[in-house]
């Protein structure tokens, strides 16, 4: 079993900044990939950013230049710097892994339980 937990989120005025952590345990054997989506009521989840297992980061237009991912390869951690927040930031985070748990087996996605981040005006 892969478990993801979340950290960080929480209650922030606008144009202040939150870190959001995640930390993946369980039978991992590679991780291909690490990333944060968001999803609000109504709306599909969506890509915030992902960083690769080769260190390759990518981002949504709407957060580039105001969020930061990286990651912590050996304690397979994944963060989220988010400065500058606006009350559309306003979601429920997910983490998000692509890896493989045991060799040979074909790679697998995996999602945490999800924190909330509200941005008041």
């Known amino acids: 079993q892969v478990q993801l937990v979340e950290s960080g989120g929480g209650l922030v005025q606008a144009g202040g900044s939150l870190t959001l952590s995640c930390a993946a345990s369980?039978?991992?054997?590679?991780?291909?990939?690490m990333g944060w989506y968001r999803q609000t009521p109504g709306k599909q989840r969506e890509l915030v950013a992902v960083?690769?297992?080769?260190?390759?980061?990518s981002y949504a237009d709407s957060v580039k230049g105001r969020f930061t991912i990286s990651r912590d390869k050996e304690k397979n951690l994944v963060y989220l710097q988010m400065n500058n927040l606006k009350p559309e930031d306003t979601a429920v985070y997910y983490c998000?892994?692509?890896?493989?748990?045991?060799?040979?087996?074909?790679?697998?996605?995996?999602w945490g339980q999800g924190t909330q981040v509200t941005v008041s005006s």
């Open positions: 369980g039978s991992i054997f590679s991780i291909i990939k």
């Open positions: 960083v690769t297992s080769g260190g390759s980061t």
């Open positions: 998000n892994a692509g890896l493989i748990a045991r060799v040979f087996e074909p790679a697998s996605e995996h």
